[in-house]
C-alpha cells in the first residue's frame, strides 16, 4: 500500500468501499486520511466506513447508492470486511481453506459454512448494502413454468431458483447474488432479462427438492412425517453435544436452533404449516394436554436411542405465533465430576472443602443464572460427601443425574408430589445431609434454613448474579437477619466461559485501550499468556471448544455475619467480603484465567459481572493459590 505522502502521485488505498466513495466524490482523500487516523486512536477499533458515517462526511444512503452503483466490482470479502462482520484474520482463514479445499467453492459458502458469518448476517448485509430483496422460495408461491426451464444440471447446483414474472421479467433468487457465473447463467435461460433477489442456499435446495418430487406447494406433514422430524432434531442434537433446542414459530416458517457452548445457533428451518404438528408430537413425548394451545405447559420425555437414554424437560410458551417449546437435555447417565475436578484453583478448592462441605451443618448455596454449571458443582459435592457413614436425601425436579447410594426424589406435580409436600416429609428421613434442588420461594428457603438449625447440612441451588446477590436475595424473601447469618456457611456463584480451542489458540497482547477497561497497564500484566483462536476445522471455525468453570466462592466470617445482621447494602457486604473473607469475585478470576490463555478477555467481558474494578493479577493470583 502507498504511504501517506502528499507527494506520491498514487493515493492511498483505503478499501474498496472508501475508495468508491473517494470515486463517485462523496468523500474526499483527505477526508479518508483524516478518518484512518482517528481509527488508530480508538480503543475499540471500527470499521473506517462507520467513522466517515459517524463523522458526518457521507450517509448511509449515499453509501448504499455507491455500492449499488459499482456492485459488479464489489466483491464479497471486502464488502463484508469494511462493513465490520467479518475481520481480517477470517478473511484470510476463509482464503485458506477455499485453496486447500477439494472441492471448488465458493467464498461466501466457505464464510458460512466454517462459521466465520451466519448465513442471514451475510444475505442480510447484501440486501440492506446492494438493495436486493431477500425472498424465500419454499414459503413462496413459485412459478412452476419458470422452475422447468431450469436444466437439471443447473438445478443439481441450486445456485438460484426462479421465482415469478414480475415487470415482463423473471425474479431469480441467488445465493451468492455477487457471483456474475451465476447471474451470467441465469440471463441465458431467461433471455427477457432477470430482477436479482437473495435467498438461503439450503432454501434452494430445498425448493429443488420438492419440485423433483412433484411437490409444488407446501407440503401438509402428517403425524408420521412430524414424529420422525422431531426424532432427527433430537438426534441430530445428541451427536452434537448440544444442551437446549429452541423450537420457535415465527410469522413465516418455524426456526429450530440449538444452544451449544452457551451460544445459540441456528439449526434447520421448516414450513409454518408443521408448527400443530411438532407441538402435539413432543406433547404426547411428555405426556401434556394436546387440546390446550392457550396456556403455557411443561413435561419431561424420556427419549431411548441406540446410544443410550436421555431425559429431556420440555417447555411450551404460549406466543402471538404458536407454542415456542424448549427442550432442555440431560444426561441421566451423566459421568460425575469429582470436586477436584470441577476447576477450582486449589486455595479456593481447599477453603471450600474445610469451611463448607466438611461443616456438620449450614447451608451451602451454588448460585448463578441457568447454564451456568450449578447442578454439575452441587452434584460433584454430593458425590465427594457420599459416604457409608451418611445418610443423603434429595428433593430435586427432575433427577439429572442417578447417584447409587443416595435416596432420591424428583417432583412430580401431576401427581400432587409438590416441593411443599417433599420437604415437609424430607427431614423425618432421619438425614445428615439434604440437597434441595432450587430455592424457588419463601417456603423453600424457610426449611433450607430449618433443617439447618436442626443440625442438617443443606446444599441448594439459587439464580442470582454473585455471591453477594445470594445473601440480598434471601434477605429479600423475608428470611430473618439472625437465621441468614447463623445458618447460612457458604455461597459459591458460577460461570462457564467458553474455553480457547487448543488447535489453533495463538499468542494475543491486549491493547491499551483493552488494559484500561479493568484499570491495567502493560507493565501489570508481565508474565501474562493471553490467547485467541483463530479458528480451524476442530472448533467449528469459532475460536472456541469446550467450557471451562469460573468461581467465586464466599465463605461467611464474622464480619460478613456483623454485616448481614445490620443488613448492610450489598456494595458494603462486598467490601467487607473482599478486605476480610478472602472474596475473589468472578470477574478476577475470569481475567486470570484469560492471562493464563484458557479464555479469552471478550468472554470474561460477555458473561462475568463486573461490580468493582478489578485488584492486580499478582494480588488475585496470590488469593487463588496459583
Same mark, same amino acid.
Given at each position: 500500500?502507498?504511504?501517506?505522502?502528499?507527494?506520491?502521485?498514487?493515493?492511498?488505498?483505503?478499501?474498496?468501499?472508501?475508495?468508491?466513495?473517494?470515486?463517485?466524490?462523496?468523500?474526499?482523500?483527505?477526508?479518508?486520511?483524516?478518518?484512518?487516523?482517528?481509527?488508530?486512536?480508538?480503543?475499540?477499533?471500527?470499521?473506517?466506513?462507520?467513522?466517515?458515517?459517524?463523522?458526518?462526511?457521507?450517509?448511509?444512503?449515499?453509501?448504499?447508492?455507491?455500492?449499488?452503483?459499482?456492485?459488479?466490482?464489489?466483491?464479497?470479502?471486502?464488502?463484508?470486511?469494511?462493513?465490520?462482520?467479518?475481520?481480517?484474520?477470517?478473511?484470510?482463514?476463509?482464503?485458506?481453506?477455499?485453496?486447500?479445499?477439494?472441492?471448488?467453492?465458493?467464498?461466501?459458502?466457505?464464510?458460512?459454512?466454517?462459521?466465520?458469518?451466519?448465513?442471514?448476517?451475510?444475505?442480510?448485509?447484501?440486501?440492506?448494502?446492494?438493495?436486493?430483496?431477500?425472498?424465500?422460495?419454499?414459503?413462496?408461491?413459485?412459478?412452476?413454468?419458470?422452475?422447468?426451464?431450469?436444466?437439471?444440471?443447473?438445478?443439481?447446483?441450486?445456485?438460484?431458483?426462479?421465482?415469478?414474472?414480475?415487470?415482463?421479467?423473471?425474479?431469480?433468487?441467488?445465493?451468492?447474488?455477487?457471483?456474475? /457465473?451465476?447471474?451470467? %447463467?441465469?440471463?441465458?435461460? !431467461? &433471455?427477457?432479462? $432477470?430482477? #436479482?433477489? =437473495?435467498?438461503? @442456499?439450503?432454501? *434452494?435446495?430445498?425448493?429443488?427438492?420438492?419440485?423433483?418430487?412433484?411437490?409444488?406447494?407446501?407440503?401438509?406433514?402428517?403425524?408420521?412425517?412430524?414424529?420422525?422430524?422431531?426424532?432427527?432434531?433430537?438426534?441430530?442434537?445428541?451427536?452434537?453435544?448440544?444442551?437446549?433446542?429452541?423450537?420457535?414459530?415465527?410469522?413465516?416458517?418455524?426456526?429450530?436452533?440449538?444452544?451449544? /457452548?452457551?451460544?445459540? %445457533?441456528?439449526?434447520?428451518? !421448516? &414450513?409454518?404449516? $408443521?408448527? #400443530?404438528? =411438532?407441538?402435539? @408430537?413432543?406433547? *404426547?413425548?411428555?405426556?401434556?394436554?394436546?387440546?390446550?394451545?392457550?396456556?403455557?405447559?411443561?413435561?419431561?420425555?424420556?427419549?431411548?436411542?441406540?446410544?443410550?437414554?436421555?431425559?429431556?424437560?420440555?417447555?411450551?410458551?404460549?406466543?402471538?405465533?404458536?407454542?415456542?417449546?424448549?427442550?432442555?437435555?440431560?444426561?441421566?447417565?451423566?459421568?460425575?465430576?469429582?470436586?477436584?475436578?470441577?476447576?477450582?484453583?486449589?486455595?479456593?478448592?481447599?477453603?471450600?472443602?474445610?469451611?463448607?462441605?466438611?461443616?456438620?451443618?449450614?447451608?451451602?448455596?451454588?448460585?448463578?443464572?441457568?447454564?451456568?454449571?450449578?447442578?454439575?458443582?452441587?452434584?460433584?459435592?454430593?458425590?465427594?460427601?457420599?459416604?457409608?457413614?451418611?445418610?443423603?436425601?434429595?428433593?430435586?425436579?427432575?433427577?439429572?443425574?442417578?447417584?447409587?447410594?443416595?435416596?432420591?426424589?424428583?417432583?412430580?406435580?401431576?401427581?400432587?408430589?409438590?416441593?411443599?409436600?417433599?420437604?415437609?416429609?424430607?427431614?423425618?428421613?432421619?438425614?445428615?445431609?439434604?440437597?434441595?434442588?432450587?430455592?424457588?420461594?419463601?417456603?423453600?428457603?424457610?426449611?433450607?434454613?430449618?433443617?439447618?438449625?436442626?443440625?442438617?447440612?443443606?446444599?441448594?441451588?439459587?439464580?442470582?448474579?454473585?455471591?453477594?446477590?445470594?445473601?440480598?436475595?434471601?434477605?429479600?424473601?423475608?428470611?430473618?437477619?439472625?437465621?441468614?447469618?447463623?445458618?447460612?456457611?457458604?455461597?459459591?456463584?458460577?460461570?462457564?466461559?467458553?474455553?480457547?480451542?487448543?488447535?489453533?489458540?495463538?499468542?494475543?497482547?491486549?491493547?491499551?485501550?483493552?488494559?484500561?477497561?479493568?484499570?491495567?497497564?502493560?507493565?501489570?500484566?508481565?508474565?501474562?499468556?493471553?490467547?485467541?483462536?483463530?479458528?480451524?476445522?476442530?472448533?467449528?471455525?469459532?475460536?472456541?471448544?469446550?467450557?471451562?468453570?469460573?468461581?467465586?466462592?464466599?465463605?461467611?466470617?464474622?464480619?460478613?455475619?456483623?454485616?448481614?445482621?445490620?443488613?448492610?447494602?450489598?456494595?458494603?457486604?462486598?467490601?467487607?467480603?473482599?478486605?476480610?473473607?478472602?472474596?475473589?469475585?468472578?470477574?478476577?478470576?475470569?481475567?486470570?484465567?484469560?492471562?493464563?490463555?484458557?479464555?479469552?478477555?471478550?468472554?470474561?467481558?460477555?458473561?462475568?459481572?463486573?461490580?468493582?474494578?478489578?485488584?492486580?493479577?499478582?494480588?488475585?493470583?496470590?488469593?487463588?493459590?496459583?
Amino acid at each position: 500500500m502507498p504511504k501517506d505522502n502528499p507527494n506520491n502521485s498514487e493515493p492511498a488505498s483505503h478499501g474498496e468501499l472508501i475508495d468508491i466513495l473517494i470515486k463517485e466524490g462523496l468523500l474526499s482523500e483527505k477526508q479518508a486520511l483524516h478518518a484512518a487516523r482517528l481509527r488508530t486512536k480508538l480503543v475499540r477499533p471500527k470499521p473506517l466506513l462507520e467513522i466517515v458515517k459517524e463523522l458526518g462526511y457521507v450517509t448511509a444512503d449515499q453509501v448504499t447508492a455507491a455500492i449499488r452503483k459499482n456492485k459488479l466490482s464489489m466483491r464479497i470479502g471486502s464488502l463484508l470486511l469494511e462493513l465490520g462482520l467479518i475481520s481480517e484474520a477470517d478473511l484470510e482463514a476463509a482464503f485458506q481453506i477455499q485453496r486447500t479445499s477439494k472441492t471448488p467453492q465458493k467464498l461466501g459458502e466457505v464464510l458460512v459454512n466454517n462459521n466465520f458469518i451466519k448465513e442471514f448476517k451475510l444475505l442480510e448485509a447484501l440486501s440492506m448494502q446492494l438493495g436486493y430483496p431477500f425472498v424465500d422460495p419454499r414459503f413462496t408461491n413459485l412459478d412452476v413454468s419458470l422452475l422447468h426451464q431450469i436444466p437439471v444440471t443447473y438445478r443439481n447446483k441450486a445456485s438460484y431458483v426462479p421465482i415469478e414474472r414480475q415487470e415482463h421479467q423473471v425474479v431469480v433468487a441467488f445465493a451468492n447474488v455477487l457471483d456474475m /457465473d451465476d447471474q451470467e %447463467e441465469a440471463r441465458t435461460i !431467461f &433471455p427477457e432479462g $432477470i430482477l #436479482p433477489a =437473495i435467498a438461503t @442456499r439450503e432454501s *434452494i435446495i430445498e425448493t429443488y427438492q420438492r419440485f423433483e418430487r412433484g411437490s409444488q406447494t407446501k407440503e401438509s406433514l402428517d403425524d408420521d412425517s412430524a414424529s420422525g422430524i422431531v426424532e432427527r432434531i433430537i438426534l441430530d442434537a445428541i451427536e452434537l453435544d448440544v444442551s437446549d433446542i429452541h423450537m420457535e414459530p415465527l410469522p413465516d416458517r418455524l426456526r429450530i436452533r440449538f444452544r451449544r /457452548d452457551g451460544v445459540l %445457533e441456528p439449526y434447520k428451518d !421448516f &414450513p409454518r404449516e $408443521i408448527i #400443530p404438528n =411438532i407441538s402435539s @408430537r413432543i406433547k *404426547i413425548m411428555c405426556k401434556a394436554d394436546i387440546a390446550e394451545k392457550r396456556r403455557h405447559q411443561g413435561g419431561r420425555i424420556l427419549f431411548e436411542y441406540p446410544g443410550g437414554e436421555l431425559d429431556m424437560r420440555a417447555s411450551f410458551y404460549v406466543t402471538i405465533h404458536g407454542e415456542a417449546i424448549v427442550l432442555r437435555l440431560l444426561n441421566r447417565q451423566g459421568n460425575l465430576i469429582d470436586i477436584a475436578s470441577v476447576g477450582m484453583y486449589p486455595k479456593i478448592l481447599k477453603r471450600f472443602l474445610e469451611g463448607a462441605l466438611s461443616r456438620p451443618s449450614g447451608v451451602v448455596i451454588i448460585t448463578g443464572p441457568t447454564g451456568s454449571g450449578k447442578t454439575t458443582t452441587v452434584y460433584s459435592c454430593i458425590h465427594h460427601l457420599n459416604t457409608p457413614l451418611l445418610s443423603i436425601i434429595t428433593a430435586e425436579e427432575p433427577v439429572e443425574y442417578v447417584i447409587p447410594g443416595i435416596s432420591q426424589c424428583s417432583i412430580d406435580p401431576k401427581i400432587n408430589l409438590t416441593f411443599e409436600e417433599t420437604l415437609r416429609h424430607i427431614v423425618r428421613q432421619d438425614p445428615d445431609v439434604i440437597l434441595i434442588g432450587e430455592i424457588r420461594d419463601n417456603y423453600s428457603a424457610e426449611v433450607a434454613v430449618q433443617a439447618a438449625l436442626t443440625g442438617h447440612k443443606v446444599l441448594t441451588t439459587f439464580h442470582t448474579e454473585d455471591s453477594i446477590g445470594g445473601l440480598i436475595r434471601l434477605m429479600n424473601m423475608d428470611i430473618e437477619a439472625f437465621l441468614i447469618s447463623s445458618t447460612v456457611v457458604s455461597v459459591v456463584a458460577q460461570r462457564l466461559l467458553r474455553r480457547i480451542c487448543p488447535e489453533c489458540s495463538q499468542p494475543y497482547k491486549p491493547s491499551p485501550g483493552e488494559l484500561q477497561l479493568f484499570g491495567y497497564t502493560q507493565a501489570t500484566i508481565q508474565g501474562s499468556n493471553f490467547r485467541k483462536g483463530t479458528g480451524c476445522a476442530h472448533c467449528r471455525y469459532t475460536g472456541y471448544r469446550g467450557r471451562i468453570a469460573v468461581f467465586e466462592l464466599l465463605i461467611l466470617d464474622e464480619m460478613v455475619r456483623a454485616a448481614i445482621l445490620e443488613r448492610r447494602t450489598s456494595f458494603d457486604i462486598r467490601k467487607i467480603a473482599l478486605e476480610s473473607a478472602g472474596l475473589v469475585t468472578l470477574f478476577e478470576e475470569g481475567l486470570v484465567k484469560a492471562a493464563e490463555g484458557q479464555t479469552t478477555l471478550e468472554e470474561v467481558m460477555r458473561c462475568l459481572p463486573l461490580v468493582l474494578k478489578p485488584r492486580p493479577l499478582e494480588e488475585t493470583r496470590r488469593l487463588l493459590g496459583v
